[in-house]
Structure formats: C-alpha cells, structure tokens
C-alpha cells in the first residue's frame, strides 16, 4: 500500500509539474508558434534592413546617389542571398532606430550597432561579430590636448556629438562640464571640428581611423587603447526562431572567412 501510494503522490507531483510547465508555455502541449519572420522573408522573397547610412564603415548612404555602402550593406547582401530574398534598405535613424524595428518596419538592423542592455530589454541581438570602444578625434594640432576624459571634460571645451546613439549615451554618463553640441549629421559632424567650430568628438574607434582617412588634420587618438570596449550586432525582434537563423549564418559566414574579407575591404 504504502508503494502504491507513493507511486501515486509521484504521479500526483508529475501531473502537478507538467501542467505548470505547460501554464508557462514549456511541453509538448504548446500550440505551434505564430509564424516567424524567416517564414515571412522567405515566402516574400524580400529582406527589410533598417540602417542609418551615416555610420561608416559600416552603413553610409551616398547623398547624391542614394546607394547604400558598407561593411553591413555587403553583410545584409549576403543575408538576403542567404535566403532567396532581395534585400530592401529602410531609412531609419538611431534616435528611432527601436521605435521603427518595434513598429515592424524592418525585419533586422544593421550598420554597426552597440549591443547596450536598454536595446537587449526591447529586442533581440545576434551572436557580436565586432569589439570596440569609445575614443577621442580631434584636430591633429590639438592630439595630445584630449587625451583623457578629464582633459576633455573642461568647461572651455567643445564636445560634439551626434544625438540618440551610444556615442550621446556615453558623453552623458562621463562628462558633466564639457560644453556638449548636438549636431543632428553624423555625415558631416566631422567637419565641424575642422572648421574650428568643435574641439573634440568621442566616437567608436574604428570610425575615427576612417574619418582620419577621409579628412586630413583630424588624428585619432589612442584608438587602440579607447575608453571602454562594447560589441556590435544585428538587431532583431523578438523572434527566436528567427535570430537562430541569423547567428547561424554570422557562424557559417565567420568560420568560411566571408565575413573577414567583407570587413578588410572596409576597413581603414
């Protein structure tokens, strides 16, 4: 009797533990999930990448053509091969970058972004596939002037920053005397400097050995020892089925060397 009762309480337990597994959407019982986004890219054989085309090297729209350019722009090209699908580039901007992927206007984003735990607690992120950190650019003339965050944290100096981003994010948390200007082109923001109408920005280092490159007088520094290390990835909803299929495509394109001959052609 007393086994048999226990085989019952056993079961009793079972039962109890199956059905509150199945209240919280785990078993076998759980009803087949709403179709993901790979079903819908695939029937439409059309990909929707949201990108800010200011971001070089990764994402940069030519102004007078409208092409899109960049380490993510071959990226997603690859994507879209990947599943049949042609790849339509949707304009976003990084201020509303969460706003339009929540909004279901694009089904990834690319173009070199920072994995933060704010966009983790919107949406999903890939597997990282590029480590970084922020790092000062200023004019050559004033290279050694900026070098820490105290010597660019004074009231004389005039920081610049383009809004919405993790570039805004990080000024705002690590300087609080620094005469911070917004300035809404992440195109031209550089310039700026140059003309004398901003000492200093604080960007990705990877974007201040390009805009050395592209505009002689401005230095990068120190980016090889930048301020702080961040990775970037795609961003996605929350859509397991679907950012499974992405990180095995980042796998597949990391372990055959395609992703590393895309990313020399870009960079500096």
């Not at 009231?155 to 920053?161: F, S």
Request: net charge neutral.
């Amino acid at each position: 009797m007393q086994r048999t009762a226990g085989r019952i309480g056993r079961a009793t337990f079972l039962g109890s533990l199956l059905l509150a597994l199945l209240g919280f959407g785990i078993g076998p019982a759980v009803a087949a999930d709403a179709a993901s986004i790979l079903d819908h890219v695939e029937a439409a054989q059309a990909l929707r990448v949201g990108t800010t085309g200011d971001y070089r090297p990764f994402s940069y729209r030519d102004p007078k053509s409208g092409a899109y350019q960049g380490i993510d722009i071959d990226m997603a090209a690859a994507l879209g091969a990947s599943l049949g699908a042609k790849v339509q580039f949707v304009p976003t901007t990084w201020k509303a970058m969460m706003g339009d992927l929540a909004a279901g206007k694009f089904d990834i984003a690319m173009g070199g972004i920072t994995v933060t735990l704010p966009r983790q607690r919107q949406a999903f992120f890939s597997t990282p596939y590029f480590r970084d950190g922020k790092t000062p650019i200023a004019r050559c003339a004033d290279k050694t002037r900026y070098e820490t965050l105290a010597e660019i944290d004074q009231p004389a100096v005039r920081l610049i920053v383009n809004p919405g981003g993790t570039n805004e994010q990080y000024i705002r948390s690590h300087i609080h005397h620094a005469h911070i200007i917004v300035y809404p082109d992440n195109v031209t923001v550089f310039d700026q400097i140059l003309a004398g109408k901003a000492d200093v920005m604080i960007t990705d280092g990877v974007e201040t050995l390009l805009q050395q490159k592209l505009h002689p007088g401005l230095c990068a520094i120190h980016p090889d020892q930048p301020f702080n290390v961040a990775e970037k990835a795609y961003l996605m909803p929350r859509d397991v089925v679907w950012q499974e299929y992405v990180d095995q495509w980042l796998h597949q394109m990391q372990l055959t060397g395609a992703y590393k001959k895309i990313r020399d052609r870009w960079l500096p």
